[in-house]
């Protein structure tokens, strides 16, 4: 893969994480003060293919590794995620403490944290995905499933009304099948990605068609209807492949590149910016609903990476956003890794 595809992917990346920070944002804002704002539109927007497209990139890199031995398969796989989901759910728990021992009491916090483990918790529940998808992925592999069985089942999950009120069932139905192909079209999707930088003009107007279509149904209510979240889930995904590949062409907007490249650490830290930063800026009352969301969001997506850049500065924290040694699996630490979407 060249550096330029590779800028494309980060750069996807940081397109969705942005994204998914928005959401947060915006519905916290909106819940806290009763009220709706002018974010709430690019929310709904970008809601059919925030996350399809967030999973499918993460696929993206998987052939390169999904035939590594079980044990080193599983450290990078299943234990990475493992460790950062323990820790930071442990973080997040233990900041919001006094909230959620004044509602459910002591027991009722301890008994909720504990739950954690197999319902996904808050924010976090996408990396606790991933390694799910991960296993799933490498022993229908291994089994020998033809990729066409794997994909059709994926489709067919997500179209079936699955609502059973667990995150770890609904959302592999509903996301499975955006992951998988990421996994199984990875060259026809860099394919993509080159295409849509050699043909501009054509690529524009997919984006405006998609565009128009893609708000048009959100507008009218239909976006999350069965088929219809599907296709547009993986509309949306290719309008974010090409989008990235044009702002890569036009050396534009690099802050995106970076903040794909760090994307984990956005994803796990924009928690705390986020409610601080909406907690104050509600409590002044001096702005309307859609700027102190807009404001939450660029304090929420900034505040991770300075803290990043504080670490590294420092060389203090580094447990935060990197395994430590005790942290892999036995005779797993150390060995050459391959490039990982989701890291």
Same mark, same amino acid.
């Given at each position: 893969?060249?550096?330029?595809?590779?800028?494309?992917?980060?750069?996807?990346?940081?397109?969705?994480?942005? !994204?998914?920070? #928005?959401?947060?944002?915006?519905?916290? *804002?909106?819940?806290? %003060?009763? +009220?709706? @704002?002018?974010?709430?539109? &690019?929310?709904?927007?970008?809601?059919?293919?925030?996350?399809?497209?967030?999973?499918?990139?993460?696929?993206?890199?998987?052939?390169?590794?999904?035939?590594?031995?079980?044990?080193?398969?599983?450290?990078?796989?299943?234990?990475?995620?493992?460790?950062?989901?323990?820790?930071?759910?442990?973080?997040?728990?233990?900041?919001?403490?006094?909230?959620?021992?004044?509602?459910?009491?002591?027991?009722?916090?301890?008994?909720?944290?504990?739950?954690?483990?197999?319902?996904?918790?808050?924010?976090?529940? !996408?990396?606790? #995905?991933?390694?799910?998808?991960?296993? *799933?992925?490498?022993? %229908?592999? +291994?089994? @020998?499933?033809?990729?066409? &069985?794997?994909?059709?089942?994926?489709?067919?999950?997500?179209?079936?009304?699955?609502?059973?009120?667990?995150?770890?069932?609904?959302?592999?139905?509903?996301?499975?099948?955006?992951?998988?192909?990421?996994?199984?079209?990875?060259?026809?999707?860099?394919?993509?990605?080159?295409?849509?930088?050699?043909?501009?003009?054509?690529?524009?107007?997919?984006?405006?068609?998609?565009?128009?279509?893609?708000?048009?149904?959100?507008?009218?209510?239909?976006?999350?209807?069965?088929?219809?979240?599907?296709?547009?889930?993986?509309?949306?995904?290719?309008?974010?492949?090409?989008?990235?590949?044009?702002?890569?062409?036009? @050396?534009?907007?690099?802050?995106?590149?970076?903040?794909?490249?760090?994307?984990?650490?956005?994803?796990?830290?924009?928690?705390?910016?986020?409610?601080?930063?909406?907690?104050?800026?509600?409590?002044?009352?001096?702005?309307?609903?859609?700027?102190?969301?807009?404001?939450?969001?660029?304090?929420?997506?900034?505040?991770?990476?300075?803290?990043?850049?504080?670490?590294?500065?420092?060389?203090?924290?580094?447990?935060?956003?990197?395994?430590?040694?005790?942290?892999?699996?036995?005779?797993?630490?150390?060995?050459?890794?391959?490039?990982?979407?989701?890291?």
């Amino acid at each position: 893969m060249s550096a330029a595809r590779i800028d494309w992917v980060d750069t996807a990346k940081g397109i969705c994480i942005i !994204f998914v920070v #928005m959401m947060h944002s915006v519905l916290g *804002v909106e819940a806290a %003060a009763g +009220d709706t @704002g002018w974010m709430h539109a &690019v929310v709904a927007f970008a809601a059919p293919f925030r996350m399809p497209d967030f999973f499918l990139i993460s696929g993206l890199f998987l052939s390169n590794v999904i035939t590594r031995d079980w044990k080193l398969y599983l450290d990078r796989k299943v234990v990475h995620f493992a460790y950062f989901y323990v820790l930071w759910m442990t973080i997040q728990f233990a900041v919001k403490a006094p909230v959620f021992v004044g509602e459910m009491g002591t027991t009722g916090t301890l008994e909720f944290y504990f739950l954690s483990f197999v319902q996904p918790f808050g924010t976090l529940w !996408f990396i606790y #995905m991933l390694p799910v998808f991960f296993l *799933v992925c490498k022993v %229908a592999h +291994d089994k @020998g499933i033809p990729w066409q &069985v794997m994909l059709a089942v994926g489709a067919l999950l997500q179209i079936a009304p699955i609502h059973t009120g667990w995150l770890l069932v609904d959302e592999f139905a509903s996301r499975f099948v955006y992951f998988y192909a990421g996994y199984i079209f990875a060259p026809q999707i860099f394919q993509l990605a080159a295409w849509a930088r050699e043909r501009i003009g054509i690529s524009l107007a997919y984006l405006i068609g998609w565009g128009v279509i893609n708000g048009g149904l959100v507008y009218l209510g239909w976006a999350a209807l069965p088929g219809v979240a599907l296709a547009l889930g993986a509309a949306g995904a290719g309008a974010i492949i090409l989008t990235s590949a044009l702002i890569v062409k036009f @050396g534009r907007l690099g802050f995106l590149r970076h903040f794909g490249e760090n994307s984990i650490v956005i994803y796990l830290a924009f928690f705390f910016p986020m409610g601080v930063s909406r907690v104050i800026l509600l409590k002044l009352g001096i702005l309307d609903i859609g700027t102190v969301s807009l404001i939450v969001t660029i304090v929420a997506s900034v505040s991770p990476m300075i803290l990043f850049w504080m670490i590294r500065k420092t060389g203090f924290g580094w447990f935060l956003f990197r395994r430590p040694e005790w942290a892999y699996l036995t005779g797993t630490f150390g060995k050459k890794r391959q490039p990982q979407a989701a890291e």
